[in-house]
């Protein structure tokens, strides 16, 4: 079992700057890969980034690449989504995911059928 609890939503204008966190117990964290998904209203939920289980390697989605940055923190079991230069259209929930098949400290994945468990969402909201 993995708990996972998102934190660092909220209101911002756009332009503007938010950090997500999440932090994983449960399971040893640093054989996870963990990603990072969002889900707006009317929308199905999508890929925003990934990242191995070392951090050595990450992806991201095409909307987000050179705002967003993910990485992690190992020792204190937590992952991070740093969001920049935001804009409404990233309005949405966003969900860590962890993702227990181990593939190497280069694997991550962007599917969300390669996930395993999921956090409850943070909710983000870019106003313009």
């Known amino acids: 079992q993995v708990q996972l609890v998102e934190s660092g939503g909220g209101l911002v204008q756009a332009g503007g700057s938010l950090r997500l966190s999440c932090a994983a117990s449960?399971?040893?964290?640093?054989?996870?890969?963990m990603g990072w998904f969002r889900r707006a209203p009317g929308k199905e939920r999508e890929f925003v980034a990934a990242?191995?289980?070392?951090?050595?390697?990450?992806g991201y989605a095409d909307s987000v690449k050179g705002r967003f940055t993910i990485s992690r923190d190992n020792a204190k079991n937590m992952v991070y989504l740093q969001m920049n230069s935001l804009k409404p259209e990233d309005t949405a929930v966003y969900y860590c995911?962890?993702?227990?098949?181990?593939?190497?400290?280069?694997?991550?994945?962007?599917?969300?059928?390669?996930?395993?468990?999921w956090g409850q969402g943070t909710q983000v909201t870019v106003s313009s």
């Open positions: 449960g399971r040893t964290f640093s054989s996870l890969a």
């Open positions: 995911a962890a993702d227990i098949y181990y593939g190497g400290r280069y694997y991550y994945s962007s599917r969300d059928r390669s996930y395993d468990y």
């Open positions: 990242i191995s289980s070392s951090g050595s390697t990450t």
